[in-house]
């Protein structure tokens, strides 16, 4: 699939998004209403069943949304299911349980009927009993966990979600097929829109918080805020997304359909969650930013902005970049962050935010220093090559 022309992003995948425009906000919401390790913890495992939800629905449409006017007729069809799921933790897991497993099993019962689609016209020939074990199997565990009470029911949520990834990681001439068939490009514009979701929630809570507590340092917690998720978004989308659309294209053609499937669907999942810590911490800063923050909130804070470019730059080793080439950057970018969020427990939010804004500005210096290096002394390999 990678010899056809580039595929754009359909209108239903974009109107589909907007329920985890609601998803996200609800996530960054409860955070900021108890930022405890335990409340953050459980809001992140709750928030995997509905990023795999999302994922195992971009994937589908990725393959046969093209060909099969219906599938995505069937992506809008999904959206009750996460959006019961994102209200049951709303109100609370403990009382919602049985809404939050009926949106999971919604799900699952609408991608069986869009996998049964092409199984149906013979465009692919992925066993049925696959098809059945990874949707059917699986919406009847979510289903059946309504009638447990807790914790057992959250066992069988674990469970159900186990056997689907066990179900993707096993290899087969299935398995095979679909990462062949799969449009890099478009499986990275949806991620990318998706990480668009998330910075808009951190601009959005920075916006909203200043507008219910209009003070100078509120304003200027805003603006920092405001500076960096500009610029975790460029470094996102002006170096992140280009060298792993690159890199899964080349895993592509190398057939190293391992790292396609961590890169699209695992790995996502840890820089979302990276990015809504961040959210939640900007919207708390704003809100409190002539208090310093707590110890809790900027821990949040440093692990948000840290562990973006954590994951960034697993993405790269995993897709076959040196090691030692990222940890050049890497370093400073856990360093600074960390420095300048942790040891700003006596000022105003407003001032540690300022102090994060300060360490990005100072790492993308690092950056384009480190990047204008490569830059000449790969030309001057390729002169002295050229010598030759």
Not at 151 to 167: F, M, R
Request: hydrophobic content about 60%; glycine content about 8%; overall charge positive.
């Amino acid at each position: 699939m990678t010899a056809e022309p580039r595929r754009a992003t359909d209108w239903y995948e974009l109107f589909f998004d907007l329920v985890f425009v609601v998803v996200v906000a609800i996530s960054a919401h409860q955070i900021e209403a108890d930022p405890s390790w335990s409340a953050v913890l459980i809001l992140l495992l709750l928030f995997f069943p509905l990023w795999w939800a999302w994922v195992n629905l971009m994937i589908t449409n990725n393959l046969y949304g093209v060909r099969f006017p219906a599938i995505g007729v069937l992506v809008v069809a999904a959206m009750p299911g996460p959006a019961a799921m994102a209200i049951a933790i709303s109100g609370g897991i403990e009382r919602d349980g049985w809404l939050y497993a009926a949106g999971a099993a919604w799900i699952r019962l609408v991608l069986l009927v869009m996998w049964l689609i092409p199984y149906s016209k013979r465009v692919i020939s992925v066993p049925l009993w696959r098809v059945i074990v990874y949707n059917l199997t699986t919406a009847a565990v979510w289903m059946i966990s309504i009638a447990v009470p807790a914790p057992y029911q959250y066992i069988l949520w674990a469970l159900a979600v186990a056997a689907e990834l066990v179900l993707l990681a096993a290899r087969g001439g299935f398995s095979y097929q679909v990462y062949e068939q799969a449009s890099v490009a478009h499986g990275l514009e949806r991620v990318g829109l998706f990480v668009v979701i998330v910075i808009g929630e951190a601009v959005y809570l920075g916006i909203t918080g200043l507008a219910a507590h209009p003070t100078v340092a509120g304003g200027a917690a805003a603006m920092f805020g405001f500076l960096v998720c500009a610029l975790l978004a460029r470094a996102f989308f002006r170096w992140g997304a280009p060298t792993a659309e690159a890199g899964l294209v080349a895993a592509q053609r190398a057939k190293s359909f391992g790292a396609m499937r961590d890169v699209i669907m695992y790995l996502p999942y840890l820089l979302v969650a990276a990015l809504s810590l961040i959210a939640a911490s900007i919207g708390i800063a704003v809100v409190h930013a002539s208090e310093p923050l707590s110890p809790m909130v900027r821990a949040l804070l440093a692990c948000g902005i840290c562990g973006f470019y954590v994951v960034n730059a697993i993405v790269g080793v995993r897709l076959g970049r040196a090691l030692r080439g990222i940890a050049v950057l890497l370093i400073p970018a856990i360093v600074l962050p960390a420095l300048a969020c942790l040891l700003s427990g006596a000022l105003a939010a407003w001032a540690t935010l300022a102090l994060a804004a300060i360490a990005l500005v100072l790492l993308e210096s690092v950056s384009r220093m480190l990047g204008s290096h490569t830059h000449h002394v790969q030309t001057e390999h390729e002169r002295r090559a050229h010598a030759s």
